[in-house]
């Protein structure tokens, strides 16, 4: 593995970071509110699923009213 100095180091991550293409802010907000969304979603999923589930298993080993 080759050695390289920290300041060489530094000029490779500039160089990298001049590379990425960064988003707009509206494709940013779009997206995270996006991530939000898709997370309330799926948390409600799992917790609808979870709930039958339990009332199931309930139900079988006769825990359930």
Known sequence: MAK???AQFVREIR???AK???PARK???V?????FAM???A???FFLVDQIISWFIGLILGLGG
């Not at 997206?31 to 991530?35: F, H």
């Open 39 to 41: 997370s309330a979603v």
């Open 31 to 35: 997206t995270t509110i996006s991530v």
């Open 4 to 6: 390289v100095s920290p």
């Open 20 to 22: 990425v293409t960064w």
């Open 27 to 29: 494709e940013l907000t």
């Open 15 to 17: 160089q990298e970071l």
């Open 43 to 45: 948390a409600l999923f």
